[in-house]
């Protein structure tokens, strides 16, 4: 993952690490005079102290010190959040392998071997810093990312909210006009917040004929049999002035929201059997025609929720349309103060609005869906359109796909399409229609919302590149199985595995090649060594762990196990000879390798937290590492252990007992050739 910790602003920030002057006073004057901006520390506590104050861009860091060696002062810096990912690069006479598969283990980012080229030295410096450069770029673009995502998803819920609310108003005012009488009406009413918007009950209350209390009248109580005890105390109970949630809404004659009715909310009558089922939000709301309240209606939800001042102004909408049913009188106004809001809504909609005939022309368009086509008004969008399927489409197969789903369910939503604008300019539009049809159930026209969804389109694109641009370069660092367990696998991954071959190649000679190369010559040529090797271990199916300086580690039979790990190996070991021998004349350069190799169990798994690493443990990789060390020049040298696995298969020269480190003497065998 990622650090979200933001990068050291000035990027050429040095601390040099060494107990040595002289090394301090040359290092800091040959990177000085580059342009670096240089601090010195002559001991690791210092050093510690100093990156805690004020954190360096890089840190380059001696082993061998007195009280506090290279590497503790490495793993201090790796456990404080402050330091942690500050790249260090180790300068160190040791130039034993080991050392340098230490250094890397304890966060070391790279090696330099003493004494040490003023050209390697910059090189170097500067490929850690460009790094870090550029892992500060990736950062901020994911961010950036993150951050616009956020604000498109947030822009796709309002949305949605909005079309919701639209269509809930439009059914709802449809509704109320095709009632006969206002008991039906309050029906509903009372249906629709339940089924559409989500509220658990809903009763209306209308005043007697003296208007001393409110009684009940109609009632929605959804599907919970728990609603049935309740019900049955409501068409009993009666409500004064300024009791209770109806007896307050009829004083008061505005709406009124309770986030949870079961928290000291007053005169509450309800109060046991409200608990018992577990309701929390109530809303109350009147009905009224002039100053008279010819009704309450009540909700109750089981969930608390806070106040919603869209969902208050499309009720007292509806109540309006209501109230006009009782007051025949007032019945043409009141329908026509409800077409001109719903115009207003659609007009100034920010979603297309439209109707269409199933052949494909338009029958109703708002400014908004003129716009969204690039057209200048409503009217030359239906003049210029006449066939949907083949001046809009891109793909004509997709309208038929629209057509068939509307047929099958009366009802496409989110359907995505490209579409051509009037300029001929291509974007993405998500629609939510309907079919409507007559009272026989023939398909009279579609109705529905348009919304351009090309930005979020492209913002998903983004998205999928960048976890595309991810995963390959996890892929890069470990392992596929590896990596995909990373993926879903929070704890530290570590195996053992019984049977591997572990293979160690160090490049003879190859402090004396760098003397006569420049650093860029030398990474050029190592880089044609070291990729020749990772095609032989892709070609032999076996795992690349990591290359230290001008080493190479590979090992078969993890992380997915094989019988034949050591012949694998061992074609590659001798495919390694045959590459370097053949460079080697190419190139007039005199190119030899040591190759070691032994098998045995290993335990292996994932270490680092910003930057993640596989490697491999255990006596099996150190005595690898030994026979590498302890070979010749163009040899390969195995154990006797992964001996006795290829002795029928392969040639073989007897070495002899042979001083290990660590182990003693050992017998060892040259690895010759195939049988």
Known sequence: MMNDHPLPVTPKDILIVDDMPDNLRLLSTMLTSHGYQVRKAINGQLALQGAQMSPPSLILLDINMPQMNGYEVCENLKKNEITKDIPIVF??????????????????????????????????????????????????????????????????????????????????????????????????????????????????WIPNAEGTFLKSSRGWYGKDTSMAIFRQQSENLTFARNIGLPGRVWVSRQPEWVEDVSVGYPEFIRTKIALEIGFK???????????????????????????????????????????????????????????????????????????????????????????????????????????????????????????????????????????????????????????????????????????????????????????????????????????????????????????????????????????????????????????????????????????????????GGLPTPRDDHAEAIAEMALEMQAKIAKLSAQTGEDLAIRVGINSGPVVAGVIGVSKFTYDLWGDTVNVAARMEVTGLAGSIQVTDVTYELLKDKYLFQNRGLTPIKGKGDMVTYWLQGRK
């Open 91 to 204: 300068i160190s006479a040791l130039d034993d392998v080991l050392e340098k598969v230490k250094a890397f283990q304890v966060g070391g980012v790279d090696y330099i071997t003493k004494p040490f080229q003023i050209e390697e030295v910059l090189a170097r410096v500067e490929s850690q810093l460009s790094l870090r450069s550029l892992q500060s770029k990736l950062q901020q673009q994911a961010r950036e990312l993150q951050e616009r995502n956020a604000l498109l998803e947030q822009e796709i819920t309002e949305r949605k909210r909005a079309e919701e609310e639209i269509r809930f108003l439009l059914e709802t005012t449809r509704a109320i006009g095709e009632s006969v009488d206002f008991n039906s009406a309050l029906e509903v009413i009372l249906h629709q917040v339940g089924e559409t918007i989500g509220w658990d009950l809903g009763e209306a």
């Open 281 to 555: 939000a109530g809303f109350g709301v009147p009905i009224l025609v002039g100053d008279e309240v010819l009704a309450v209606l009540v909700f109750f939800k089981l969930l608390s929720c806070p106040k919603d001042s869209r969902f208050i102004d499309i009720f007292n909408i509806i109540c309006t349309q209501l109230g006009s049913l009782i007051q025949r009188k007032q019945a043409e106004e009141s329908l026509k103060i409800a077409e001109e809001r719903y115009h207003s809504i659609v007009e100034n909609a920010m979603e297309g609005i439209f109707q269409s005939t199933p052949s494909g022309q338009f029958i109703s368009a708002n400014p908004a869906l003129a716009k969204l086509y690039g057209y200048d008004s409503p009217g030359e969008l239906m003049s210029s359109i006449q066939n949907i399927s083949e001046q809009l489409y891109i793909d004509a197969e997709r309208r038929r796909e629209f057509v068939v789903a509307m047929d099958a369910n009366n009802a496409v939503s989110g359907f995505e399409s490209r579409v051509k604008r009037k300029n001929g300019a291509v974007i993405w539009i998500s629609e939510n229609v309907r079919a409507v049809r007559d009272s026989r159930g023939k398909l009279m026209y579609y109705e529905g919302t348009v919304s351009d969804i090309t930005e979020r389109k492209l913002v998903q694109e983004a998205l999928s590149f960048q976890q595309d641009q991810t995963e390959k370069l996890l892929l890069n660092i470990l392992p596929k199985p590896i990596a995909e367990r990373l993926k879903v696998e929070q704890s530290t991954i570590a195996d053992s595995f019984e049977e591997v071959s572990v293979l160690f190649a160090d490049i003879v000679g190859f402090t004396e090649l760098s003397a006569r190369m420049s650093p860029t010559e030398l990474v050029k040529r190592l880089n044609v060594i070291f990729s020749q090797f990772d095609q032989l271990a892709e070609e032999y199916g076996v795992e690349k762990i990591k290359t230290i300086g001008d080493a190479y580690m590979v090992v």
